[in-house]
């Protein structure tokens, strides 16, 4: 940065704008907050450097992720921990935003912590208070204020109906939205919208009505309420989206997961087509690759997925031509240089299944990335905690903490030491269940297998020689127990039945052949059923492990010889008066085959039940046929046979 000199007024202009609305506080304070601004941006400049990003306009998207230095006048304190945090969110959406994002990681993580860097200038401010001779009163700490920081168009249909994405600072209260938000084009008018939901909170989503210029300009007026803790927008919005036409690409991001390929996002102001898109794609160094085309209603964009190493470089290049779905391709040849970070670091149990017999190996499989040892730890588990814990395993239940420490007993562990990984790739362990027992394992444990700064495991594990299978209908639960080792019935064990909420909704015994007859109580839904004799315990999840009775198992009869079967398709279900229906037909034998070529007629059913038109179809080789048949506009709405 030092030998750009555009580079360094501009950024100095801006520190100068914050300090300038930090007149507020202590001069140390101002010191502080705007030369830890200087740090962020410098390191955001170096990466940016590394990966040959410089200029003027490089120093301006950094910039433009940060707060406005107006913001800074709110509360130094706040503005310097939280606003901070909130610009490395916004950045970490693209390449210079992670590494802006870690850099302000590692000063509040690594430095002092959050609380520790405001206590830091809670007390500098204190200390400035306290000078001789001064009467400067410490500012009030103010809320955080929601900010719009971003438009973005992601995609755009052939009938110029622009999706597009508003970013802001903290959850916006979308019900709303339409009061505050105007859309309009020169020389059209206001646009109608509506909103779609993203899986961000702070982001929304617009699909516009026909936008019949070049730009749009929008307007959010002061007053926008959020649906967190933020202070409403205090000041009016506007500005401009150039809508695109044309695919451009946006913003390009990888990503490596800790099991899985890795991963290339390519964002684009259009869908990419479905059909022939790898040949628009390459990799430098060559490696075996995929190309997927993403139609998510909040992005649009490829997603490259292949043999790539972690830390490796590569040159991914989209040539020009690469097709739209809105008609439109991409004007000219586009080339990136990435690198895929390491794999996150994680371990996991590797094997679906939970049931292991007594006098097997008893050895749990683990595959574990980016780590050199992990921890597991085996746990005793109470029938009375198997709900809570079949709970946690359905994902549908948030827990904090570790599990050990509140539903199951006292248990051990064992500390794992790993292989060495070839090329970053996952590392294959397991886990010697007698390792963590005093004797022979038998009943129900809870495995968890993690490591600390690492996405760790849990595992219900059933080492039994019971077999349970159940059967439930209307009010009904039949249970049947046998012994897996000979197959033979079980005789007098406790079969319980719980619900979701922990209660006991049932209890049998088994009798001479295994079978427990048990009747619920009305409105009553199991969950789980237990089976217990002597020294042995073992359950089931009904909700994972349940198989729904078939629905609609009688159907038509079958063909006989020498009859046939059409099915009649058309390419979407709903239809606006006037325009063409395509229609295909497929038709097959008895013995699914088809038929030799042959004249067939095509009959169009109006709503109302009279015969529209009888069209005269041919046939094909592979028993096919098409049509298109037009719909006049007079013809009334309603449902069509075809």
């Known amino acids: 940065m030092k030998n750009n000199k555009a580079v360094v007024q501009r950024v100095e202009a801006y520190l100068h704008e914050v300090e300038r609305h930090l007149a507020h506080k202590p001069p140390a304070v101002r010191h502080e907050v705007v030369a830890g601004l200087r740090d962020h941006i410098a390191e955001a400049w170096r990466r940016a450097a590394a990966r040959g990003e410089e200029g003027l306009e490089t120093i301006e998207h950094i910039l433009a992720e940060m707060d406005p230095p107006e913001t800074f006048a709110e509360a130094a304190a706040e503005v310097a921990v939280g606003g901070a945090v909130m610009a490395g969110q916004d950045l970490n959406r693209s390449r210079a935003g992670r590494w802006f994002a870690l850099a302000l990681a590692f000063l509040l993580v690594n430095g002092y912590g959050v609380w520790r860097v405001t206590d830091h200038l809670t007390r500098m401010e204190l200390a400035g208070a306290a000078a001789p001779k001064t009467t400067e009163k410490s500012a009030p700490v103010v809320k955080r204020i929601l900010r719009l920081r971003k438009v973005e168009q992601v995609d755009v249909s052939p009938e110029r109906e622009l999706i597009v994405r508003l970013t802001f600072s903290d959850q916006p209260d979308r019900a709303q939205m339409t009061r505050f938000l105007t859309l309009s084009v020169p020389g059209q008018g206001e646009v109608a919208y509506q909103l779609n939901r993203t899986p961000e909170p702070n982001v929304l989503l617009l699909q516009t009505r026909p936008v019949l210029g070049e730009k749009l300009e929008y307007v959010l007026e002061a007053g926008l309420p959020s649906a967190s803790d933020s202070q409403p927008t205090d000041r009016r919005k506007k500005g401009s989206l150039k809508m695109e036409m044309n695919m451009l690409l946006r913003n390009v991001e990888v990503e490596s997961p800790a099991f899985d390929s890795l991963v290339l996002r390519a964002d684009f102001t259009a869908r990419p087509e479905w059909n022939e898109i790898k040949e628009y794609v390459t990799v430098d160094p060559a490696v075996a690759f995929t190309v997927e085309s993403v139609n998510a209603y909040w992005w649009k ?103 050990a420490d509140d539903l199951t007993g006292s248990g051990s562990a064992i500390t794992n030491t790993l292989a060495p990984a070839t090329d970053g790739a996952p590392v294959r362990s397991r886990v010697e269940l007698r390792r963590l027992t005093a004797g022979e394992p038998r009943g129900i444990y809870w495995l968890e297998v993690g490591e600390e700064h690492a996405r760790g495991d849990g595992r219900l594990l059933v080492v039994t020689d019971l077999g349970l299978a159940t059967r439930v209908s209307e009010g009904r639960v039949l249970a049947w127990v046998n012994r897996l080792g000979s197959a033979e019935p079980v005789a007098d064990a406790a079969v319980t039945v719980y619900a979701r909420n922990n209660q006991v909704i049932a209890r049998g015994a088994t009798d001479e052949q295994g079978l427990a007859r048990m009747v619920l109580p009305e409105g009553e839904t199991p969950f789980v059923v237990v089976a217990e004799t002597e020294g042995d315990l073992t359950y089931i999840d009904l909700e994972r492990t349940g198989v729904a009775a078939a629905a609609g198992t009688g159907g038509r009869a079958y063909l006989q010889p020498g009859q046939l079967e059409a099915a009649v398709f058309t390419e979407r279900g709903i239809y606006r008066p006037g325009e063409n229906v395509f229609v295909q037909v497929l038709a097959r034998d008895d013995q699914m085959r088809a038929p030799a070529p042959f004249p067939a007629l095509m009959r169009v059913w109006r709503p109302d039940g009279n015969l529209f038109r009888d069209i005269t179809v041919e046939l094909d080789d592979m028993g096919s046929a098409t049509c298109e048949v037009t719909l006049p506009d007079y013809l009334p709405t309603g449902r069509y046979r075809f």
């Open 301 to 403: 964009g490829l997603l490259v997925r292949g043999d790539f190493q972690p830390g490796a470089i590569y040159d991914i290049t989209f040539k020009e031509g690469l097709p739209a779905a809105n008609g439109s391709s991409l004007p000219q040849t586009l080339s990136r240089k990435i690198q895929f970070p390491p794999r996150k670091k994680a371990v996991r149990v590797d094997s679906p299944g939970r049931y292991l017999a007594p006098g097997g190996a008893l050895c749990v499989p683990v595959l574990a990335a980016n780590l050199e040892q992990y921890v597991a730890r085996l746990s005793p588990v109470f029938a009375n905690n198997l709900v809570q814990l079949a709970l946690r395993e359905t994902r549908r239940y948030r827990y904090y903490g570790k599990t």
